[in-house]
């Protein structure tokens, strides 16, 4: 959020001045996410596109929908592909879906999104 303030002078010295907050809020939508610290040899990702999350949980695809209202955001249930894994990597595959699933709010701040849920938050860097 932004204060902008513009003041206008004559040629007779006469000014007058007017302010307005300007908030600019980065959309969700179009930009791929990696979640750093995944188990070797899988990655975490998430994508957001007209109502629809969709991405990588290790070694499953996965997809739902969502919808925002200002910087808070309900995620629907999430599918996904159901390919069995090694037990480490469908244990990482249930935490980080259960957690995408939580997520209450969200900022984006350059080249960071920040998902936050009950217990912290995920904080993932633009593929």
């Known amino acids: 959020t932004y204060q902008v303030s513009v003041t206008v002078t004559d040629e007779n010295g006469l000014s007058s001045s ?3 907050s300007i908030s600019i809020r980065a959309s969700l ?3 791929s996410w990696v979640l750093p610290g995944s188990l070797p040899d899988t990655r975490l990702t998430v994508e957001f ?8 949980s290790g070694c499953n695809t996965f997809n739902g929908s969502y919808s925002t209202s200002g910087n808070s955001i309900s995620v629907g249930q999430l599918i996904t592909t159901q390919m ?19 997520a209450q709010s969200y900022t984006i701040s350059g080249s960071t999104l920040t ?3 009950p217990g912290g938050a995920l904080t993932f860097q633009q593929q």
Request: hydrophobic share 30%.
């Open 18 to 20: 007017a302010s307005q």
């Open 115 to 117: 998902l936050n849920h």
């Open 49 to 56: 596109g007209n109502g629809t999350i969709s991405g990588l």
């Open 84 to 102: 069995a894994c090694e037990e480490d990597v469908m244990q990482q595959e249930q935490d980080y879906l259960a957690t995408l699933s939580s």
């Open 29 to 31: 939508d179009g930009t």
